[in-house]
């Protein structure tokens, strides 16, 4: 534990010059900060209490800086000048991190085929795609504990196979696809599961990962299986869409409606 102190204490002084008045102000932090340990647990406190109350009362890195610019002045040194020149950079490396983030969920929401067109300007165009791909899991999953109670329907666009659907036996909520085995990411099932950030609440289960062409998928698509366990206490309806794939509903699974192909299933 007092190795992880003394790490933490060195972190809060990473960003100070490399010279020797920072040296010995971080060496002032360490040995103050150990000593004060000491005397908390010999006081009576587990270490882990003694850790946190010191790692809550350690100055933040504008307080230390500002002790190392008072330090410099004191020696003739450098002024608060150096601050600025430390900070700045900071504040400029925050900013192009920042661009960079928006930058990169804009270009994972743009279509893999080079294409700029929205998701209904290519389903228009005979594409097979979907809304909010960034947000879609591959190959396959578990949904259980708190992700399950935000979930008020389940749809299933599946083209050939089976769609298989089975009374869980542990709780959760599995997603299986048997092409998975295979190791291609690209034909193995795409699903998204909601959470409290998204403005749906459905869990969304696709075929495969998006952009192809419709026509081909219903042509020369892959035959697999998607087996889909669900809870017995989840009594949500479900929508399930084919082409040639059956469906196979085991009589063990509770569910308030299951619409398969546009038609309400009793």
């Known amino acids: 534990m007092t190795e992880q102190l003394k790490n933490d204490v060195i972190e809060r002084t990473g960003q100070l010059p490399n010279d020797h008045l920072a040296a010995v102000l971080r060496d002032d932090l360490v040995r103050s900060a150990l000593r004060r340990y000491a005397e908390m647990v010999a006081d009576g406190m587990t270490e882990q209490e003694a850790y946190e109350e010191i790692t809550e009362d350690l100055p933040t890195f504008e307080e230390v800086l500002d002790n190392y610019d008072k330090r410099t002045d004191a020696a003739g040194g450098q002024s608060a000048a150096k601050r600025k020149s430390i900070l700045v950079p900071l504040i400029l490396l925050v900013a192009i991190l920042i661009a960079l983030a928006v ?4 270009k994972m929401n743009e279509p893999q085929d080079g294409s700029m067109g929205s998701v209904e300007q290519m389903q228009a165009e005979g594409w097979y795609t979907y809304p909010d791909q960034r947000f879609y899991q591959h190959r396959g999953g578990t949904v259980e504990g708190d992700r399950l109670n935000v979930i008020k329907a389940i ?6 196979g089976e769609v298989v659907i089975l009374p869980s036996t542990d709780g959760a909520l599995h997603i299986e696809d048997s092409f998975t085995t295979l190791g291609n990411d690209e034909w193995c099932v795409s699903y998204m599961v909601p959470n409290s950030n998204f403005k749906q609440d459905t869990l969304a289960i696709e075929y495969r990962m998006p952009y192809r062409s419709m026509q081909e998928l219903i042509d020369n698509g892959k035959v697999k299986t998607l087996t889909l366990r ?3 206490d989840m009594y949500v309806p479900i929508d399930i869409t084919t082409v040639t794939a059956t469906v196979d509903i085991d009589s063990g699974v509770a569910f308030s409606s299951v ?4 038609d309400l299933q009793k």
């Open 103 to 106: 930058y990169v969920i804009q």
């Open 259 to 262: 619409t398969i192909n546009g």
């Open 155 to 160: 749809t299933v666009n599946w083209f050939h």
């Open 230 to 232: 669900i809870p017995a």
